[in-house]
T-cell receptor, first 114, second 115 residues
């Protein structure tokens, strides 16, 4: 199993550009989520999904859109990139959204917005 | 939501045990205690979790205080590969008994392991 795969690993954008960060998991997990991590800080939840067609906002959703058309994929879209969105982005998945879930994380996408 | 408090950093020598503390004095009865670690330039990795009883797995042990207001992650023999940021996290269940994986990561404890 590949687990959780994120692409690209690195990306540089100019302010105002749009792009999509890709996330795919091959474990048939119900739950998927996106986090961002800024230097010296913990991870903050952006959006999450508990199944295909169901998404909801996390702690810091502004400036990001998500959709979940399949169980495997959960892309994160930046509509108009801003320097404040420079961060490392992690996608995670879990086979359930109950309290004892174990999250599997991807290796991250490092995004710089100039 | 209940918060956790961890020391900013700890140091250990290789092949010695490491006890990483975590305080969570406002924990509720349905909150699970999770530990994740993050190696440099990698995504977080699950270590262990528990509710009330102590837990053991191949990576570590989790000791939970009787009143559940604190817990300790125990690495029995630290190796250089254990150098990472360790996060103690509570998963909060909503009224329906689900948490939607809303794990809130604090700043964690930076563990340095000396050869």
């Amino acid at each position: 199993n590949a687990g959780v795969t994120q692409t690209p690993k690195f990306q540089v954008l100019k302010t105002g550009q749009s792009m999509t960060l890709q996330c795919a998991q091959d474990m048939n997990h119900e739950y998927m989520s996106w986090y961002r991590q800024d230097p010296g800080m913990g991870l903050r939840l952006i959006h999450y999904s508990v199944g295909a067609g169901i998404t909801d906002q996390g702690e810091v959703p502004n400036g990001y859109n998500v959709s979940r058309s399949t169980t495997e994929d959960f892309p994160l879209r930046l509509l108009s990139a801003a320097p404040s969105q420079t961060s490392v982005y992690f996608c995670a998945s879990s086979d359930s959204y109950r309290t004892n879930e174990k999250l599997f994380f991807g290796s991250g996408t490092q995004l710089s917005v100039l | 939501d209940a918060k956790t408090t961890q020391p900013n950093s700890m140091e250990s020598n290789e092949e010695e045990p490491v006890h990483l503390p975590c305080n969570h004095s406002t924990i509720s009865g349905t909150d699970y205690i999770h530990w994740y670690r993050q190696l440099p330039s990698q995504g977080p990795e699950y270590v262990i979790h528990g509710l009330t009883s102590n837990v053991n797995n191949r990576m570590a042990s989790l000791a939970i205080a009787e009143d559940r207001k604190s817990s300790t992650l125990i690495l029995h023999r630290a190796t250089l590969r254990d150098a990472a940021v360790y996060y103690c996290i509570l998963s909060h269940a909503n009224a329906g008994g689900t948490s939607y994986g809303k794990l809130t990561f604090g700043q964690g404890t930076i563990l340095t392991v000396h050869p």
